[in-house]
C-alpha cells in the first residue's frame, strides 16, 4: 500500500492558537506532535491551550460582542457569511488535502462532504438569516406582545475529528448568523482545517476577537466549558465527554447543545427493494471508515431475506478497497488514530469471545504503514453482546434476523442511544407505523443520510440534547426577549 502516492502537493501545517484575528503559541511553550494516520509521518506542531489562552479568547469574543460585530447590519453579516463559504470553495483543494492528512479518509469524500457541505453550511444560513421573523400576539385591544431576538454571547463550539471542517462549520455558521462571538475548540487529533478556517474568517470581514480559536486536548475543552464568561456549549463528540461538559458547564447554568454518541439500526423488510437496500447499506455501514455518528451500526433483516442478504453484501463488500486515501478508487482509508484504531481492533476481538461469526474482515490491514482495518460482517451475536450495544465507530457491522414488527422494534429500542435509524421497505403503511415507534432523533425510509439543513439533526435518549438545523440551531443560537407593549 502505498500511501503517499497521488498526494496533491499541499504542505500539513503547524497549528496555532488564532486570538483577536492573530495566531499565538501558547505561554507555557507545550505542544504537541500531530500525525497522518494513513502513513505515521509526523504533520506538525499543535499548540496546547490551558485555562489562559482559554481566558484570552473569552475575552477577546466579548470584546469584539460590544464592538463592531454586534453592531453589524444583518444584510452586511449575511453577506460576510456568504463570503466565507466563496472562500472555503477557492481553497477546496488544499482544505480537502489538510482533512485526508489529518483524518486518514478517502480524498474524493473530504472534498464530496466534508469542505463541500462545510461552504454550504455558510451559504446556507447566510440565507436562512435573512428570513428569520418573530413572533407576536395581539391581545385584543389590550395590548401587543413581540420577542425581540438577540445573540446568546460568547459561545463556545467543541468538535470532534469524524467530520472536522463540516461540524465546526455547522456550528459556528448559525452562532455567526445569529450575532454570537465564538471560542472554537477543534479535536486535538485533526486540528489543520480550522486553522486554515481561523484565517478564512479574518479574509472574509469578520472582525478581529469575534471567532478564536484554542487547541488542546480534552482538558482545553473543560476549561471552555467551565469559564464564568462563555454563555453557551454546543458540543459534538462522545456521550461520556457530553456527561463531563454538563458537569463543568452546571455552576454557570450555561447553554448547552449536545450531538453524543450512537448505536443506529437499520431496519431491512423482505419487501425492500434489495439492491438498492444493499448499495445504500454499503455506504451506511463504511463509508468514511465507519466513523459517522450516522452509520447504521446494527443491521436487523426480515428472516425470509436474510441468506440472500447476506450473500448479496458480503459480495459487495469484498470489492470495497481498503488503504492509500489518495487513490480515487479507495472505498475506506485509515482509521484516525492509533488510539481509536486500537479500539476497533479490542472490540474484534470481543466478538470473537462473544462467539460472533465474522463473514467477512475481522483483520487490520498493512498494520505496519497506518491504521487500516477491514470492513467487517459479524452474525450471530445477541441484543446483549457489547458489539451490538456499544458504538465501535468503525467500519464494523453486526446483522441479526427478526420475524416480525414487534420482535424487531423492541430489539431496535433496547438501547441506551437514540440518534438515528433507516427503514427498509416498499409498504408505505409500514415504513410510517415503525418509523414513528423507533426511538431516534431522525429516521431515514429508503434512504440514507439525505439531509435538509432545515430539518431538525439530533438525538433523543443519551445520543443528544436539543436539535440543529434551520430555526432549530437559530434558536439555541438566540436569546428572546418578550416586550408587552400596552395599548
Ligand atoms: P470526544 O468526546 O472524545 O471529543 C470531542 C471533543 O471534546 C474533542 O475536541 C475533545 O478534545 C473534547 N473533550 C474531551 N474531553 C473533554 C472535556 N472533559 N471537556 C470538554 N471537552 C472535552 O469525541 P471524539 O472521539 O472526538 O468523536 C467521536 C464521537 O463523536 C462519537 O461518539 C460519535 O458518535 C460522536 N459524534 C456525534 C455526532 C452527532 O451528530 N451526534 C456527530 C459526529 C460525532
Request: one cysteine or more.
Amino acid at each position: 500500500m502505498q500511501t503517499t502516492e497521488n498526494r496533491p502537493n499541499v504542505k500539513s501545517i503547524d497549528c496555532d492558537h488564532y486570538i483577536n484575528g492573530k495566531y499565538v503559541q501558547s505561554g507555557s511553550g507545550k505542544s504537541f506532535e500531530n500525525s497522518n494516520p494513513a502513513t505515521k509521518e509526523v504533520l506538525g506542531n499543535v499548540q496546547i491551550g490551558g485555562e489562559e489562552e482559554v481566558d484570552q479568547a473569552v475575552k477577546a469574543a466579548r470584546k469584539a460582542l460590544n464592538g463592531e460585530w454586534g453592531k453589524m447590519p444583518l444584510k452586511k453579516r449575511s453577506n460576510i457569511l456568504r463570503k466565507i463559504g466563496d472562500l472555503i470553495k477557492e481553497r477546496q483543494e488544499e482544505l480537502a488535502v489538510l482533512e485526508t492528512l489529518d483524518t486518514g479518509k478517502p480524498l474524493w469524500l473530504s472534498n464530496s462532504v466534508d469542505i463541500d457541505r462545510a461552504a454550504n453550511n455558510f451559504y446556507f444560513f447566510a440565507d436562512y438569516m435573512t428570513t428569520v421573523g418573530n413572533e407576536s400576539y395581539q391581545q385584543d385591544d389590550t395590548a401587543i406582545h413581540y420577542a425581540v431576538r438577540k445573540p446568546v454571547g460568547v459561545v463556545g463550539l467543541i468538535n470532534p475529528w469524524n467530520l472536522p471542517l463540516f461540524l465546526m462549520t455547522w456550528k459556528l455558521a448559525p452562532a455567526l448568523a445569529a450575532g454570537n462571538t465564538a471560542v472554537m475548540k477543534p479535536s486535538e487529533v485533526t486540528p489543520m482545517t480550522a486553522t486554515v478556517l481561523a484565517q478564512i474568517l479574518t479574509d472574509a470581514g469578520v472582525p478581529d476577537g469575534v471567532v478564536n480559536m484554542v487547541h488542546g486536548f480534552g482538558e482545553t475543552g473543560a476549561a471552555l466549558s467551565s469559564h464564568d464568561d462563555v454563555d453557551a456549549i454546543a458540543f459534538t463528540g462522545e456521550t461520556i465527554t457530553g456527561s463531563a461538559i454538563m458537569k463543568a458547564a452546571a455552576p454557570t447554568l450555561k447553554k448547552l447543545s449536545f450531538e453524543l454518541g450512537g448505536k443506529n439500526p437499520n431496519v431491512i423488510f423482505a419487501d425492500a427493494d434489495l439492491d438498492e437496500t444493499i448499495e445504500t447499506t454499503l455506504k451506511s455501514s463504511f463509508v468514511n471508515q465507519g466513523e459517522v455518528c450516522l452509520c447504521g451500526a446494527r443491521i436487523y433483516v426480515e428472516r425470509s431475506i436474510y441468506d440472500e442478504f447476506l450473500e448479496k453484501f458480503v459480495e459487495k463488500t469484498k470489492g470495497m478497497k481498503v488503504g492509500n486515501p489518495f487513490d480515487p478508487d479507495t472505498n475506506v482509508g485509515a482509521l484516525v488514530s492509533e488510539e481509536h484504531y486500537n479500539k476497533v481492533l479490542k472490540y474484534l476481538d470481543i466478538a470473537k469471545e462473544e462467539g460472533g461469526e465474522f463473514l467477512i474482515g475481522g483483520n487490520a490491514v498493512d498494520a505496519d504503514k497506518g491504521y487500516f482495518v477491514e470492513p467487517t460482517i459479524i452474525t450471530g451475536l445477541g441484543n446483549d453482546s457489547r458489539c451490538v450495544r456499544e458504538e465501535i465507530f468503525g467500519p464494523v457491522v453486526t446483522v441479526t434476523p427478526f420475524d416480525t414488527e414487534e420482535e424487531v422494534l423492541e430489539q431496535v429500542n433496547d438501547t441506551p442511544y437514540g440518534l438515528s435509524a433507516s427503514v427498509w421497505t416498499s409498504d408505505v403503511k409500514r415504513a410510517a407505523r415503525v418509523s414513528s415507534q423507533i426511538e431516534a432523533g431522525m429516521v431515514w425510509v429508503n434512504t440514507w443520510f439525505l439531509r435538509d439543513l432545515r430539518t431538525p439533526f439530533g438525538g433523543m435518549k443519551q445520543s443528544g440534547l436539543g436539535r440543529e438545523g434551520g430555526a432549530h440551531s437559530f434558536d439555541f443560537y438566540s436569546e428572546l426577549t418578550n416586550v408587552t407593549l400596552k395599548l
